[in-house]
């Protein structure tokens, strides 16, 4: 199957930064839309960012100008460099990816196990 594995969590200062990965590994024919979301305690999941296939990106306003949403096609790899950071930024943060598993298939979303961003002094 599909698997997502996110890495680069940790504790920052506010005003610090820190870059997140995202590899996918397993059966892949290709990947559509790519994403980061994230989960503080008590509050919904949301969305952070988003990439198309083509390089076409989103965000939230909450961190436009702040965070920048990448990826590798070849490699199958996202990234969300995360710069100024602030407090509110601490959450759970998720890397989705619309994964075709075979030519003949759908595209089926998936999603990873979520690593830790602590933005605290």
């Known amino acids: 199957q599909v698997q997502l594995v996110e890495s680069g969590g940790g504790l920052v200062q506010p005003g610090g930064s820190l870059r997140l990965s995202c590899a996918a590994s397993?059966?892949?024919?290709?990947?559509?839309?790519m994403g980061w979301y994230r989960q503080a305690p008590g509050r919904e999941r949301e969305l952070v960012a988003t990439?198309?296939?083509?390089?076409?990106?989103n965000y939230a306003d909450s961190v436009q100008g702040r965070f920048t949403i990448s990826r590798d096609n070849a490699k199958n790899t996202l990234w969300l460099q995360m710069n100024s950071l602030k407090p509110e930024d601490t959450a759970v943060y998720y890397c989705?990816?619309?994964?075709?598993?075979?030519?003949?298939?759908?595209?089926?979303?998936?999603w990873g196990q979520g690593t830790l961003v602590t933005v605290s002094s």
């Open positions: 397993g059966s892949i024919n290709s990947i559509n839309t």
């Open positions: 990439i198309t296939s083509d390089g076409s990106t």
């Open positions: 989705n990816a619309n994964v075709r598993a075979a030519a003949w298939s759908r595209y089926l979303e998936h």
